[in-house]
């Protein structure tokens, strides 16, 4: 069956067929939208790989929103969202365009992520040792700070023995101390880590549901498929 032929498919949702409608209406609009231009030429390899992609994020939102129904989420009518290029990356192309566009998808995340916690942070960025203080220095080549830890020893021994305002040379190393101030805080990254392990837990379920709970029809398979004709990639 092609498209826009009555009955043709989208793929089966555990065994139920879901029609191709919403992927043909997807293509439609971006064949009529403002980058038309740029999209790759109708019946080429690259056009097959476009539609298989669109499925496929049509395929993700129909999975979710069934799976919000069995657990009786209500995902609400709220607007699209954008997701910034890190989380996009994690999730993938495919899951972060159902993410961004889809409400039953970001309802599903926050059901299937919700016991996810964070690893522990650890010590500080800086040598796996928390800053303890930053360096005014002077150089031959103008003002900067520096964590002493990160200096070569000797140069910070002759530093000290000095004191602040007397330059010092050591090897190929002339600075001058211009003062000290304690340092800031490390940030915080028990947020940015916990975000991560949530959609890295996303990203698992949603490949063990799609291939537990979908089938594909043929041209429609996942387009990084190795065993379908239009990817470049085999080897």
């Known amino acids: 069956m092609t498209a826009g032929q009555p009955g043709a498919l989208l ?5 139920r067929p879901l ?8 293509l439609a609009a971006l064949r009529a939208g403002p980058r038309a231009t740029a999209l790759p030429s109708p019946g080429s390899a690259e056009d097959r790989q476009l539609t298989r992609w669109v499925a496929q994020v ?10 919000a129904a ?20 994690e999730l993938g192309s495919i899951a972060a365009a159902a993410f961004e566009g889809s409400a039953a998808v970001r309802a599903v995340y926050r059901a299937v992520t919700a016991a996810v916690t964070a690893p522990d942070p650890g ?15 002077t150089g031959p080549d103008g003002d900067f700070e520096a964590d002493p830890a ?11 023995a000095a004191g602040p305002g007397r330059t010092v040379t050591v090897g190929p190393w002339t600075a001058a101390l211009a003062g000290r101030r304690p340092a800031p ?16 837990a996303f990203v698992r379920w949603l490949d063990g549901a799609r291939a537990g709970r979908l089938t594909l029809v043929p041209g ?11 990817n470049h990639h085999r080897h």
Not at 220 to 230: N, T
């Open 58 to 67: 049509v395929l993700t939102e129909e999975l979710c929103a069934a799976e």
């Open 70 to 89: 069995a657990r009786g989420l209500d995902p609400g009518a709220a607007p699209p969202v954008r997701l910034d290029q890190r989380a996009a990356v």
């Open 19 to 26: 029609p191709r409608t919403e992927l043909d209406r997807r």
């Open 220 to 230: 429609l398979e996942h387009p990084g498929d190795p065993a379908q004709p239009d």
């Open 11 to 15: 793929g089966l949702l555990d065994g």
């Open 185 to 200: 805080p490390a940030p915080d990254r028990s947020a940015e880590l916990l975000d991560c392990a949530r959609r890295i």
């Open 150 to 160: 990160t200096l070569p020893a000797g140069l910070v021994r002759a530093l000290r």
């Open 123 to 137: 010590p500080g960025p800086v040598l796996g040792r928390p800053v303890a203080e930053c360096w005014q220095l």
